[in-house]
């Protein structure tokens, strides 16, 4: 690859899917393996009801925790996404070339748009137009590969489509990026409803492992997965969903894969012991450095101020060359 772009929005605590869907490769491969940029992309957390200080909150802990999981700001650029003005300019162009109905299939939408009327709550526009601004995200640095968890790859899909759209009409001003899945965990799925995906913002917290739980709530919470009554251990993630789950997890913990893991146990009670002892071990370096670094903000207020600067100076001659191309007329 020749540029690895990738976020997370602060839109709760960060969790262990975030972790083994992105944070973790970023850390271990990503940064290592090209120029790479990874932001807290904060604009997209006002797509849904949110309590201004707490995104403020949320934003800087995610900072921190991108830094606590081992980026490296010497080696890559961390930055908030809100601080880099090319975001927000090159959505609207892309806006130009999407369209109302391609925006409306996407998958996450309908989920949160549903959720957010169940709540009673309105459906914010940008909630509509959420993966317009995460193409920008990518589009605006040439990214070549966007390492992502599963839930996000339709999106990346469409950022592939807009950029070749708009290379056909206006000329080729970006990179076309493709996803890039992790090969185990891909899809973290709650502890407490293995049907459905681990996320932060999801309201009931007791099958979601966060990333500063203390780690007698880590063990209590893999000890209590919800996983099923069949005798033994199998990997079948159709037909066992919550007992695959765990595998995936220790698989990603341990190296292993997780068809041989599960030929290995006997019994689920020790699936479940050895897979929250291998999750406590896991996160507890990430917790203690992030102690650490949150005891200096100025440490952290230093690295997203560098950050920006540096993602300013890549993104913005490629903004600039979209708006000439698609027709605007230079400021003199
Ligand atoms: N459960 C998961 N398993 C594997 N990867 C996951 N990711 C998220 N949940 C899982 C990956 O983490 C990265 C950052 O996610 P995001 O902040 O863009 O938010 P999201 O994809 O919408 O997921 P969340 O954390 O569940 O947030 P909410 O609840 O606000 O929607 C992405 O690479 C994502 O794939």
Sequence with gaps: PSRIFSGIKPTGHLTLGNYLGALRRWAREDQYAAESLFCV????ALTVE????RVRRLSRQAAGLLLAAGLDPEVCTVFVQSHVDEHARLSYLLECVASDGEMRRMIQYKEKSARAQRGGQGVRLSLLTYPV???ADILAYRATEVPVGEDQAQHVELTRDLAVRFNQRYGHVFAVPKATLPAVAARVMDLQDPATKMGKSHDATAGIVYLLDEPEAVARKVRRAVTDSEPGVSYDREARPGVANLLEILATCTGKEPEVLAASYEGIGALKADTAEAVVELLRPVR????EISADPSYVDGVLRAGAARARELARPTVDAAYAAIG???PA
């Design 41 to 44: 992309v904060d604009l997209h």
């Design 328 to 330: 605007l007329l230079p």
């Design 133 to 135: 601004l995460m193409a």
């Design 288 to 291: 203690e450095r992030h102690a």
């Design 50 to 53: 949110h309590d201004p200080a």
